[in-house]
């Protein structure tokens, strides 16, 4: 299922809090703000054939600085996605070394004093309400009323049928064509399996034959005088 991140947040959380392991497939790195010793990242790389696992040792290796810090990382150095401005000629690398350094986007206004190069600490100080208002864009909510439960969103197989039907009237066609062959190789189900493995009447000893497939709509399966008698009535 594709989920907001606001979305994938509040299910993680709900998920966490029953004490399940989360993993977040995402190409987003807005996610590396969820992590938690519960809840892990797989950044999606390339298309979707190669990911990345990112807990909470990655955030740190590749970062030095812990998941929480994310939020205060992206506010500086911005992120166009999230229409979040950042402070203009801070990267990620300064980013990361001046929260690295003061904590967070709070810290390091408390202490702006303390940055060393004149040009940068000149470009925070008159960059405050930016930095302040990206930290806002980029921080994922997971505090927000949930219209379904995980546990409600598990992945069941598809009804085949439905499927190809709606595929072919909206002219899918290879989908359609994918489709209707698996549900070709899909055995149909038993809809008698009593009267199906009793013995054919005067053939003792030999079951009834197994049906085809039924085309697809509205059928029933007739096997016996009684079946026949009462769908005649």
Known sequence: ??????????LAREA???NLNVEIVTGDKDAFQLITDKVKVDRVTKGIS????????KIREEYNLTPEQIIDLKALMGDASDNAPGVPGVGEKTAAQLIGAFGSVDGLYRAVDRVERSALREKIRANEDKARLSRKLVTIRTDLPLDHHWNELLRTPPALAELTRALEELGFRTLTRRFAAELEATPAPELFPDEAAAPAPGLPGLSAPAPGRPPLGDYRVVRSAANLESLAR
């Open 16 to 18: 966490e809090a029953q």
């Open 50 to 57: 190669e990911t990345v696992l990112y807990d909470r040792d």
């Open 1 to 10: 299922i594709h989920l907001t991140p606001e979305r994938a947040g509040d």
